[in-house]
C-alpha cells in the first residue's frame, strides 16, 4: 500500500495562478482532510470530507475550494493564489468509525508527505 | 472548542537526557481522543499514540512513555535516554470521541526538540 500521497511536492505561483493539489490513498478509508501548516501555528484544517461526494469547512477555509469525486481522492483548489497562501500542505485520510470504551478505535489520521506552496 | 497547547516552543537537551514533553487541553466533550505526532526534519508526520478519554492509564512504548490526566486536562509525553534521531518536532492533538462530522483533529503549535550529541 502506498498509504496517503500527495501531488506535487513543490510548487511556486505567482499572486493570482490557479492551481489544484491532489491527495490520494488507497487505505479505503471515509475522511479526507486538507491542514496547512505555517511556522508557530501548528496544522490547521482547511476543509474536510466524510464521504464521496461530500465536503465541509475547516478552521480556516477562506480562498480554498475542495471536491471528493470518488473516495479514493481529494482535490484541493487555490482559484487564485495570494502570498498569505504560502503554506505546507498536508493531505489526511481516516476510518470514520470509533469503538469507545478501552476497544481500539480506528480514528487515526494518517498522512501525506506534504506539498511545499510558495506564492509570489 | 476545542483547545492544546503546547507551552514548550523549543527544549534542547543533550544525549541520554530524559526529556518531558507538555500537553493541556480543553474540550466540552466527555470522550474524546488524545494524539502525538513526531514530524522529523524530512518534514513527515509520523503517528505515536492514540489515547481515549476513558483510560487513564500510562503506557510506556520502549523509551517513550505517556502520562494523561484528566484532573489536569495534560496528556505529558516522556522521552527516556534521548537520543539524536528523536529531534523533531512534536505534536500534541485532540479530536471529539462522539463520531461527529469529520473527526477532526485540533492540534497544538508544537514543540521543537533538539538532542545535542
Known amino acids: 500500500n502506498a498509504g496517503v500521497t500527495q501531488t506535487p511536492k513543490f510548487r511556486v505561483l505567482k499572486t493570482g495562478q490557479s492551481m489544484t493539489l491532489l491527495c490520494a490513498q488507497d487505505?479505503?478509508?471515509?475522511?479526507m482532510y486538507w491542514y496547512r501548516q505555517d511556522p508557530g501555528m501548528g496544522l490547521r484544517l482547511i476543509h474536510y470530507s466524510v464521504g464521496e461526494g461530500t465536503t465541509a469547512k475547516g478552521e480556516v477555509p477562506d480562498g480554498y475550494n475542495v471536491s471528493r469525486l470518488k473516495k479514493q481522492n481529494f482535490l484541493l483548489g487555490l482559484e487564485s493564489a495570494a502570498p498569505s497562501q504560502t503554506s505546507v500542505y498536508f493531505c489526511?485520510?481516516?476510518?470514520?468509525?470509533?469503538?469507545?470504551?478501552?476497544?481500539?478505535?480506528?480514528?487515526?489520521?494518517?498522512f501525506g508527505p506534504g506539498t511545499r506552496l510558495t506564492v509570489l | 472548542a476545542q483547545k492544546v497547547t503546547q507551552a514548550q516552543t523549543e527544549i534542547s537537551v543533550v544525549e541520554k537526557e530524559d526529556v518531558t514533553l507538555d500537553c493541556v487541553y480543553e474540550?466540552?466533550?466527555?470522550?474524546?481522543?488524545l494524539f502525538w505526532y513526531k514530524q522529523p526534519p524530512s518534514g513527515e508526520l509520523v503517528f505515536l499514540i492514540r489515547?481515549?478519554?476513558?483510560?487513564?492509564q500510562n503506557e510506556i512504548s520502549g523509551r517513550y512513555s505517556w502520562n494523561f490526566q484528566k484532573s489536569t486536562s495534560s496528556f505529558n509525553f516522556t522521552i527516556t535516554a534521548s537520543q539524536v534521531v528523536d529531534s523533531a518536532v512534536y505534536f500534541c492533538a485532540l479530536t471529539p470521541g462522539e463520531e461527529t462530522s469529520g473527526s477532526r483533529l485540533t492540534f497544538g503549535e508544537g514543540t521543537q526538540l533538539t538532542v545535542n550529541p
Open positions: 489526511a485520510s481516516s476510518y470514520s468509525k470509533f469503538r469507545l470504551a478501552g476497544a481500539s478505535s480506528y480514528n487515526e489520521q494518517f
Open positions: 474540550t466540552r466533550d466527555t470522550t474524546y481522543y
Open positions: 487505505m479505503n478509508h471515509e475522511y
Open positions: 489515547r481515549n478519554s476513558f483510560d487513564e
